[in-house]
């Protein structure tokens, strides 16, 4: 077996074919068209072992389909029913249960062959969480009043975005197999904007709410809510008092009690499976936006004022130096010197954490829960500056986890030179033949393996030029280079992000069809439709791969009663809002084909 070590974590990489040469390294002969990962699944379904006698083509084929069929699993799922409105229009709506959304299949890549269901051998199957946001709504450091202009800067659902998180990893614990293979979940990723404002508090939410344990989603005064929802002020919903404001128009409704129950003690079970973790430019710099390490900025966060308004002027002026890249944002406008203020209780665990600490709080073992420990990260990330690694998948199936942030600014991403080059020393190491840059092949004597790439950004999201001040004087490379690297290597089956907040699944074809790969974003868990997906590898034994892509919502009914405030309820009204929040997005859901797919690859293997 070959074996691989990356620069920033560790994976054995191996797979050898079935050919002549491999024939005889394991005694048996060769058998045409069948690679060693078809060969150890039937040698694994029969209960054997590896050494079989010598298999004929057509014993294979019939010992796969005699154990590899399956009847499709659609239960909490998006395959079985999906949240939908009860009115469509601009007035506010409850949400019911609607019809699921059926399986599309895409042959953008590559051709679909008849009977590939009967002969199909799951390689992995796993779950990917994206953008969960997990916020501390009652923090200074926050610019809620520029929602007007900048839809994220709040939304109406966002303070019970932790207990809902927990809705969520019930339901994958639930659902706990790939409905298309019925293989078990190997792991979890969670593809970045794990937090929302890069705060200790909201880092031990998310730890506590993955790993198990008792969260209290509050900070400052532990005994009411401090925040913009109870304020007073109209800019903004206050469930607890009917003002004259935009919500209370659009038909939201009054709940008095809400934010009591939104900032109360709940359990998590933790996710009974694996995970691992990817940096998004939230998890990084405040707000997902500004550069990191402005000097002195930790005293807005901890601090005791909390700006709830400003004039439409300095708004407006705001929000554009936020948006444009080079602009100059002035910390001490954005958070404090004018406006109305709130004063709110200081709060030390407010304060950001940095890259390394991010780090180190997930190698703690306090915090591995289900595993592994440090959830990706190794004491080699353990500093800050490179926290990019690999990690098995499954057998013969590797994944590459990216830090597409810059702690130079602006929410969009890039990739440093440095990173860059590793991952091409990586795919490089695990590919026996692959393409230079003039476009040559270039094949070597070592296993094949496949690899599936994990980032926040996706392609059409990594413009940012701004410079890293972990690699000042580091070159940024865009979406559009680190496709190209991607496309000249055949075992590159997927690219999985987020960012986004949209369901969106783009073909990536080569030269040739066996270069091409596919680029799955996924909707976040704050906006609507507030998803996560899961994603299997399966063998079709005909020379094709198949990469199905499976939508799953948070646990919890379509609509609860508005006097309930346990956790499953308080999960319903977290969609509900999400659905009727004034910016919302309908597209985020995407359409047919971004949603629950099989999407058919050329198997480099075969």
């Not at 950004?457 to 190209?484: A, I, K």
Request: overall charge negative; glycine content about 10%.
């Amino acid at each position: 077996m070959f074996g691989f070590r990356g620069v920033h974590g560790s994976a054995n990489l191996g797979r050898d074919r079935v050919t002549d040469r491999g024939s005889r390294a394991l005694g048996v002969a060769a058998v045409p068209e069948l690679t060693r990962r078809g060969f150890v699944a039937v040698a694994g379904a029969s209960g054997l072992g590896l050494l079989l006698a010598t298999p004929t083509a057509r014993a294979v084929d019939r010992a796969l389909r005699e154990t590899t069929r399956r009847t499709v699993n659609p239960a909490g799922t998006t395959l079985e029913a999906v949240a939908v409105p009860v009115t469509r229009g601009p007035r506010y709506t409850r949400l019911t249960e609607g019809p699921g959304w059926p399986l599309v299949v895409r042959a953008d890549l590559v051709a679909a062959t008849s009977g590939r269901d009967e002969r199909r051998t799951a390689l992995a199957s796993f779950v990917q969480f994206t953008d969960m946001h997990i916020t501390d709504s009652e923090c200074p450091a926050r610019f809620e009043y520029l929602h007007p202009f900048v839809g994220s800067a709040h939304r109406p659902q966002e303070t019970l975005g932790p207990v809902s998180a927990a809705s969520l990893v019930r339901r994958v614990n639930a659902v706990a197999n790939g409905p298309f293979t019925g293989r078990p979940f190997d792991f979890m990723m969670t593809t970045g904007d794990n937090t929302d404002n890069h705060e200790h508090i909201e880092l031990s939410w998310f730890l506590g709410i993955l790993n198990g344990g008792t969260i209290t989603p509050t900070s400052g005064d532990p005994r009411r809510y401090e925040g913009v929802q109870d304020s007073g002020s109209a800019h903004y919903w206050n469930p607890g008092t009917r003002l004259d404001d935009d919500y209370t128009a659009k038909g939201f409704p009054r709940l008095p009690g809400l934010l009591d129950a939104a900032i109360g003690r709940f359990d998590s079970p933790g996710l009974d499976i694996p995970w691992y973790c990817t940096f998004g430019n939230h998890d990084n710099t405040p707000v997902g936006t500004l550069p990191a390490n402005i000097p002195g900025i930790e005293y807005w966060y901890t601090g005791g004022h909390k700006i709830i308004g400003k004039d439409e002027s300095t708004s407006r002026k705001l929000a554009d130096a936020m948006r444009k890249p080079g602009a100059t944002v002035p910390a001490t406008e954005l958070f404090g010197n004018s406006g109305l203020i709130r004063e709110v209780t200081p709060d030390e665990r407010r304060a950001p954490y940095s890259t390394a600490e991010f780090v180190r709080a997930h190698l703690d073992p306090a915090n591995t829960g289900a595993g592994p420990v440090g959830h990706g990260f190794t004491d080699g990330n353990a500093d800050g500056r490179d926290v990019y690694y690999t990690f098995r998948i499954a057998e013969g199936v590797t994944g590459i986890s990216l830090d597409t942030t810059t702690l130079g600014g602006f929410a969009d991403g890039s990739i440093g030179l440095g990173q860059f080059l590793w991952v091409e020393r990586t795919l490089r190491a695990g590919s026996s033949a692959y393409y230079d840059v003039w476009g040559s092949k270039v094949t070597q004597d070592v296993s094949d393996e496949l690899f599936i790439l994990f980032s926040h950004h996706t392609s059409d999201s990594m413009g940012n030029p701004l410079p890293d001040s972990r690699h000042p004087l580091e070159p940024r490379l865009n979406g559009e280079t680190f496709v190209g690297l991607l496309n000249r290597f055949p075992n590159v089956l997927a690219w999985v992000n987020g960012h986004q907040h949209l369901n969106k699944i783009t073909p990536h074809p080569g030269s040739t069809p066996a270069r091409g790969f596919w680029e799955i974003n996924t909707a976040s868990h704050i906006d609507f439709p507030q998803q996560a997906r899961v994603i299997e590898v399966a063998d079709n034994a005909d020379g094709t791969l198949s990469l199905f892509t499976t939508l799953v919502e948070a646990e919890g009914p379509y609509a609860a009663d508005y006097d309930d405030t346990t956790p499953p309820a308080l999960a319903s009204l977290y969609r509900e809002l999400s659905y009727n929040d004034l910016h919302a997005d309908r597209t985020r859901e995407g359409a047919g084909p971004d949603r629950n797919t099989e999407l058919l690859l050329v198997d480099p293997l075969a």
